[in-house]
């Protein structure tokens, strides 16, 4: 059967990548629209990509006043910047939330209307063009097609997607990851895991992105507990990165499932952080999903070498959900309460956030029926 495989334009990864790119920047345009974090643009990563460009005399502008959530007031606000600005490309710098902006920002400058209108169609057109540079190890936003907005009036998050939400070029240099404090390695790390995982299970997993998840999964199983004790260890932060790139490669092509569909709603409401959501959610959205397919959930324990081959299918998959547990134990994940989520408030949005959840598609990628009632069962697990 066919399918497609789709991935940036360009990547360029390890140290000094963006210093090997002047090519590149000089070919995606005049003028960019620098669209990044208050955090990150007192950050050396800033400073590398604007002495660049100040090199190869290519002006910008700097849009950053980006929240955790970028909604689509920021998206409107960004576009006003770009095009006020003369702008005719754009550069994502930092975490997943200016990357994503930066894409959301790149709609609306090509589409007419709110750019949540967007949601659930597939985005086509001419974008204007972008590179995107991480500055952490998650997402994966600079490999895959998707941008993720909140739509403000109604406080829901939005998938977006598209081929032309992929990057012309992608910079992947691990070094600027290493200044990332333990929470937020956690947190990313642990989305970028979850991306692996549901990839490797989804029912559009294919032949080319079961050896990037699983060579995700792998690495991030290792090298995240070692970027959390230290995050100087630069071996760990590169292996991180390359994951976190993989991983989105692998959602790109075969799509997130019930985790990642049942995250968002608890992300908008309760504003987790999405990585924090996911491993909230991750041992036991994968212990009902691989009830549903023990061959498959076995086969990857198998292949990160948490069962053997003289384990059952069951017993197998059984080993990854605990190894899952013990990780977002020794990596001290909160939960929900510890998170500070009132029960009585989270225990009143369940029906509504497992409709949100069944509406967004992403529980049908899952090898395994999902009714609404598993998922308000799942959702009264966490408290
Ligand atoms: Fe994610």
Not at 223 to 249: H, K, T, W
Request: a negative charge; aromatic letters at 6%; charged letters at 20%.
């Amino acid at each position: 059967m066919a399918f497609p495989f789709v991935t940036p334009g360009r990547t360029v990864f390890g140290e000094g990548a963006l210093e090997t790119c002047e090519k590149d920047f000089l070919a995606l345009g005049h003028k960019a629209l620098l669209v990044t974090g208050n955090v990150v643009k007192k950050g050396v990563a800033f400073a590398k990509l604007t002495a660049l460009l100040q090199k190869l005399s290519i002006g910008y502008e700097v849009f950053s006043d980006i929240p955790a959530e970028p909604d689509d007031a920021m998206v409107d606000a960004g576009a006003s910047a770009y095009v006020n600005g003369g702008c005719d490309f754009l550069i994502g710098l930092g975490g997943g939330s200016p990357l994503d902006c930066a894409k959301a920002i790149a709609i609306k400058a090509a589409i007419p209307g709110n750019v949540c209108d967007q949601a659930g169609k597939e985005i086509a057109g001419a974008l204007p063009p972008f590179a995107l540079i991480p500055t952490t190890a998650g997402t994966g936003s600079e490999a895959t097609k998707f941008t993720v907005i909140t739509d403000h009036s109604r406080g829901a998050k939005l998938l977006l997607k598209g081929d032309v939400l992929l990057p012309k070029l992608a910079v992947v240099d691990y070094t600027y990851t290493l200044s990332s404090p333990p929470a937020l390695t956690v947190a990313t790390g642990l989305d970028a895991l979850t991306h692996a995982l549901e990839a490797y299970t989804s029912r559009k997993a294919n032949a080319m992105t079961d050896p990037l998840a699983l060579d995700a999964a792998k690495r991030i199983f290792t090298a995240l507990p070692m970027a959390f004790a230290n995050g100087e260890d630069r071996e760990a932060r590169e292996s991180m990165s390359i994951a976190a790139y993989e991983a989105g490669v692998s959602i790109c092509n075969a799509s997130v499932t019930l985790v990642h569909g049942m995250s968002r709603p608890i992300g908008a409401r309760f504003h987790v952080p999405h990585g924090l959501s996911n491993a909230m959610l991750l041992s036991s959205c994968l212990r009902f999903a691989s009830q549903g397919a023990p061959e498959r959930f076995a086969k990857l324990s198998r292949e990160i070498g948490f069962a053997g081959i003289e384990d059952s299918n069951t017993h197998a998959a059984q080993a990854l959900v605990e190894k899952l547990t013990e990780l977002t134990v020794s990596l001290k994940v909160p939960t929900l309460a510890e998170y500070g989520v009132p029960k009585e408030t989270f225990v009143a949005a369940i029906p509504q956030m497992a409709l949100e959840a069944q509406q967004s598609g992403s529980p049908g990628n899952t090898l395994r029926e999902v009714s609404q009632a598993d998922m308000i069962d799942l959702y009264h697990q966490l408290i």
